[in-house]
């Protein structure tokens, strides 16, 4: 990958920043990454500030550090701040758009294979209850990624039917990279509502929302963008379809109670309709920090950092460490690298590297159920890489692996 390379000063800089790597060796990243002092920071002084001051005295004194994260977020997708509110995590963003739609019996809605499993439980949900019907489509076999032609005659064959395309931009337990470009300019085409769960894709390259038309997207604080844990946002573009959707929960925070009518109300314009008015703005002003912290790196150097390590540890998994196969495909990859062990149940590996601090996760079939449940995997090794990580890390994550053998 060209570009400006992060070099080994700023890899020693961006290590020091982050005390846990003092304490762990962390690829968990796709659960949970470790944050970064300055965010660690901003969390602790909000909530000194909350404790001294009073919880709805320190908001009103921090507004504009509020409004501003706001701000930060419209700054890295490219968009306008009012298209982001704020939301407890990516899967409830997610809700607030998915639930809010007047699905019927018969209605589509259009998913990848490696859809996130709570987005596939919500899609089932749909279905028993109003009979949605759900079309999976398949990835391309010589590119490994959403085969675009078949979505687009898809979009075509159901006209209206279709009433909405729903897809993870990269799944929970596989590198893949779907091409979110091209889905959206497809959906633009056919002018049918585009989801984007840009959960593990936020915070790990660059997410250019004037590249990548999509009517909503979803992201969360704790994973590639090292913010705190329990915050996400949700971008609602303005030219989209649900800038006018009515959500299905409001609250005092997203429409007002008519004062003169006793039965009117009025859903506020923009994104705000989504939010509620109950919030952690310590969590919020840490993901601003984790935001602004990001685009210091800068994402695309981010990315490039990650690909070289994701491509080392890839590499070096299938050379040296036997009887493991990746499990990752697709001609554009991130940091997340999935692999099995023969004869290793994936919940043992990671409890064995957990007794030498090396931190990665097991991810289970119903994390993606489309995609293990074809290719008959029933639990992966999920161990996800960021730019802070070393490759004496990646050293000793192998030679751990190989006395597991
Ligand atoms: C692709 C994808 N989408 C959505 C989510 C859910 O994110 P959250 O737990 O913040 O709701 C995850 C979490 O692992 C994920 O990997």
Not at 79 to 104: K, M, Q
Not at 178 to 205: M, N, T, W
Not at 293 to 319: H, M, N, Q, S
């Amino acid at each position: 990958m060209a570009g400006k390379q992060m070099t080994p000063s700023d890899v020693v800089e961006a290590r020091s920043d982050t005390p846990g790597t003092r304490s762990v060796i962390h690829f968990n990243n796709a659960g949970a990454a470790l944050m970064p002092q300055p965010v660690l920071d901003t969390v602790g002084e909000y909530t000194e500030l909350e404790a001294y001051k009073g919880g709805y005295e320190a908001a009103a004194a921090a507004k504009n550090k509020i409004d501003a994260v706001y701000q930060s977020i419209a700054g890295m997708l490219s968009c306008s701040p009012d298209e982001i509110a704020s939301v407890e995590n990516a899967t409830r963003g997610w809700d607030y758009i998915f639930y809010s739609l007047p699905f019927s019996a018969g209605d589509v809605v259009i998913t990848s294979e490696t859809e996130y499993g709570s987005n596939v439980t919500s899609f089932l949900q749909m279905k028993r209850s109003r009979g949605v019907l759900v079309e999976v489509i398949p990835n391309d076999p010589s590119t490994g990624v959403l085969d675009v032609s078949s979505l687009s005659n898809a979009v075509a064959t159901l006209g209206k039917q279709a009433k909405l395309v729903a897809i993870s931009h990269i799944p929970t337990n596989n590198g893949v990279v779907h091409p979110a470009e091209k889905i959206g300019s497809i959906c633009r085409e056919y002018d049918i509502p585009f989801l984007l769960d840009a959960c593990q894709s936020v915070g790990q390259l660059p997410v250019d929302l004037g590249q990548i038309h999509c009517d909503a997207l979803t992201a969360t604080s704790r994973k590639y963008l090292r913010g705190p844990r329990g915050q996400g946002f949700l971008y609602v573009n303005k030219q989209g379809h649900f800038w006018d959707l009515e959500p299905m929960y409001l609250d005092v925070r997203s429409a007002r109670n008519d004062e003169s009518s006793p039965s009117g109300y009025q859903v506020l314009p923009g994104a705000i309709r989504y939010e509620n008015f109950e919030r952690s703005y310590a969590n919020w002003l840490g993901m601003g920090t984790a935001v602004d912290y990001a685009c210091k790196w800068g994402l695309d150097v981010i990315e490039r950092r990650i690909c070289f390590l994701a491509e080392t540890l890839r590499r070096r998994l299938e050379d040296e460490v036997k009887g493991t196969t990746v499990t990752d495909y697709g001609d554009r990859k991130c940091g997340i690298v999935s692999f099995t062990i023969e004869g290793v149940e994936g919940a043992d590996v990671k409890a064995a590297l957990a007794k030498e601090k090396i931190n990665v996760s097991c991810s289970k079939a119903s994390s993606t159920p489309f995609d293990m449940r074809k290719r008959k995997l029933s639990s992966v090794v999920r161990a996800s890489v960021h730019y802070y990580n070393s490759e004496d890390e990646i050293t000793l994550l192998i030679e751990a692996l190989k006395r597991l053998r």
